[in-house]
């Protein structure tokens, strides 16, 4: 917006502050992708795609689940993990180093190489989310993991090496920084005022959508320009606690969230996260953890001041943003 002032917010959920420098964009409704996420669709011999079985680390389970029938989703090891679901959980002596123990698994989402996540159907995008809550279940027995964390990279720059549509997940014998400062910042609001700082957060003027049981909102504070959170209306500590008619409802706004944010900003490269609770959590930590989705669209860089201070600069303000993806009518 012309002659608006930088300001700087504060999250309440991440404890992070973010600079909004509106001077250093064009307008927001011009903010495209510079970097398309999907220059074509067409890779020979993709190890995801159906019949390439065989090529693909070993699956942990298909649904449908009967072998005989075509599937629709493959939830499989990652053929490069990050970390080793075979070595033994083993601290040093001073407790700053602990063996590579953890889970890296990889859910195929479709099994057409063209087939993206926004061009499923809500029960499709539902099958997916339940897949991920299926496989966290599972990972959930191993006393030995801490966290899980769900995530999607979208194209090159987003840290996607495979173009055929697919989401990760990663199980950890610790709670990361980022999730520990999320809670700590959540923690610090409810004993100030009794209440889930995502529960309480205003969504006037940052409402993008909303369904049944979801809201889709431009944070506040948004780190990211255009960055979207989908948050469950009612307060829910972990994801995997979903059922299935909400599995189908968020399916539907997520699909509708990635069909707007492709429109208006040219396909852009994209992350998404699931932020969630960690599995061993005591019941006053149930009161004020809020599990969300983030969707992150790749339009900017990070610079030497973000990763100095650890505060954004962000171009767009939520209230514009969320405005613009507002207004995006998607073809019938």
């Not at 080793?84 to 859910?107: A, E, K, W, Y």
Request: glycine share 4%; proline share 8%.
């Amino acid at each position: 917006m012309a002659g608006r002032d930088p300001e700087i917010r504060k999250d309440t959920v991440t404890n992070r502050w973010v600079v909004f420098s509106p001077a250093r964009a064009r307008r927001p409704s011009d903010f495209k992708s510079k970097d398309s996420a999907n220059p074509n669709h067409t890779q020979s011999e993709c190890p995801f795609c159906s019949g390439h079985e065989h090529e693909c680390a070993p699956e942990i389970f298909r649904f449908p689940p009967d072998s005989t029938v075509d599937w629709k989703i493959r939830v499989i090891q990652n053929l490069y993990p990050a970390l080793s679901r075979d070595v033994q959980l083993n601290p040093s002596s001073d407790g700053m180093v602990l063996t590579g123990f953890g889970f890296h698994d990889v859910v195929i989402e479709s099994p057409v190489h063209a087939v993206h996540l926004s061009d499923l159907s809500p029960s499709e995008v539902a099958e997916v989310l339940l897949a991920y809550k299926k496989r966290i279940h599972q990972l959930s027995f191993h006393q030995s993991v801490k966290y899980i964390q769900v995530f999607k990279n979208h194209g090159a720059s987003a840290g996607a090496s495979m173009s055929h549509s697919h989401s990760q997940i990663m199980a950890l014998p610790i709670v990361p920084p980022t999730v520990s400062s999320r809670l700590d910042c959540m923690k610090g609001y409810f004993e100030e005022t009794g209440k889930c700082s995502v529960c309480e957060m205003s969504v006037k003027d940052l409402l993008i959508d909303e369904s049944t049981h979801y809201i889709s909102i431009i944070p506040f504070a948004a780190t990211f320009p255009f960055e979207i959170w989908i948050v469950p209306r009612d307060h829910s500590p972990h994801f995997h606690e979903i059922d299935s008619e909400k599995a189908v409802d968020l399916g539907g706004l997520l699909k509708l969230m990635l069909q707007k944010m492709s429109l208006q900003l040219n396909s852009p490269p994209f992350n998404f996260m699931i932020h969630t609770s960690p599995l061993q959590v005591t019941d006053s930590l149930l009161s004020y953890t809020h599990w969300f989705l983030q969707i992150v669209p790749q339009l900017t860089g990070i610079g030497g001041f973000e990763l100095g201070t650890g505060c954004y600069i962000n171009p767009v303000f939520p209230e514009d943003a969320a405005k613009v993806l507002r207004e995006v009518n998607l073809p019938k």
